[in-house]
């Protein structure tokens, strides 16, 4: 019986995922003690991976259908762009008290209804004209981009009102507000897919689409639905990526997308649909920022650390595509002879 569980164990995404954050988190501190577990550090990587995981909340909701949002990050830096002309053209980096706060207020609400916009234009393409997500939301997202960039002239926008910066930058209670924002989202998103019918829905159509049409299943609805709550949460991660850099730019955070699809798959969540589990996107954020914070201190250059991150997608693919998704891959209806 214990060989058995923990055969069983082993068989889990997210348990061998716990030992490898764990590893990963020993061989940096080994490498790199004095940085790496400074508190300064430690508090950095805090402020740091809630904008790329928030991302990765909308990945990991976009495949459990089988699908996948690739304009997540030009929906983050167009709903953070709206939010920049609000902000600098009613309050201003004079703007303080009540006042700037309801200016804040008015330009997160902004930013969401573009992120539902951008969310839903793709949920259309994808589940009205039945374009292929990868096709419709790569599209999409040079869309979103050149409308940006046709906001800004290319030129990042600047001077907002302190308090702003509260959202990527301030504390409550010694707390990083981006990590109490992720943590909500977060359990959010948990009890979305767990507890609700939306959730079960997602999965059942993810694990299998056909039979979800025989039974007479919204998939239209469902799909657009799934799509706008991607572009809400992207709209979200935007706010949050302005608030640190207190300035929004059309090419922020470029290599976000590579990191969102990795975490998500790291995480466990089966590209084919149908299986995906919040924690399991959890412990990949934390993987990836230990690792991401380590190669840094090691001096490891950016493009190394892209190539390694690639390196390891393909990896975990062979690694989970052999151990998990094979026999779920199986089960899908192909093309009839």
Do not use: C, H
């Not at 998500?264 to 920022?289: D, K």
């Amino acid at each position: 019986m214990r060989n058995l569980n923990l055969a069983a164990l082993v068989a889990s995404p997210e348990a061998r995922l716990a030992v490898i954050a764990v590893v990963v988190f020993a061989v940096m501190s080994a490498l790199s003690p004095d940085r790496f577990l400074s508190v300064q550090n430690l508090t950095s990587m805090a402020f740091q991976f809630p904008e790329f995981a928030i991302l990765s909340l909308a990945m990991l909701l976009t495949m459990l259908t089988g699908g996948i949002d690739l304009s997540v990050v030009g929906i983050a830096n167009l709903s953070a762009i709206v939010a920049a002309l609000l902000l600098t053209a009613f309050a201003g980096p004079e703007a303080t008290g009540g006042a700037a706060v309801l200016w804040l207020a008015v330009a997160l609400l902004a930013a969401l209804a573009v992120g539902a916009v951008a969310g839903l234009f793709n949920g259309v393409a994808i589940a009205v004209f039945g374009l292929p997500p990868i096709l419709a939301t790569l599209g999409s997202g040079l869309i979103f981009t050149g409308i940006a960039v046709a906001l800004t002239g290319g030129s990042a926008l600047m001077g907002f009102p302190g308090v702003v910066a509260f959202l990527g930058n301030g504390t409550v209670l010694g707390v990083p507000a981006p990590l109490i924002l992720f943590a909500l989202l977060a359990a959010g998103m948990a009890w979305l897919l767990g507890r609700t019918a939306f959730g079960l829905r997602v999965q059942m159509y993810g694990a299998n689409p056909l039979a979800a049409r025989f039974a007479a299943m919204d998939v239209t609805g469902l799909l657009i639905r799934v799509y706008l709550l991607s572009g809400m949460l992207g709209a979200l991660a935007g706010m949050v990526v302005m608030s640190r850099a207190n300035s929004a730019k059309a090419d922020y955070g470029s290599s976000y997308l590579l990191l969102a699809v990795l975490i998500a798959v790291l995480g466990g969540v089966n590209p084919y649909g149908g299986y995906g589990r919040v924690i399991g996107v959890v412990l990949a954020v934390l993987t990836m920022q230990f690792l991401s914070s380590g190669l840094n201190m090691l001096g490891v250059s950016n493009f190394a650390r892209e190539l390694i991150w690639g390196g390891l997608l393909i990896f975990v693919m062979i690694v989970n595509t052999r151990l998990v998704y094979r026999p779920r891959a199986a089960a899908k209806p192909g093309p009839s002879a």
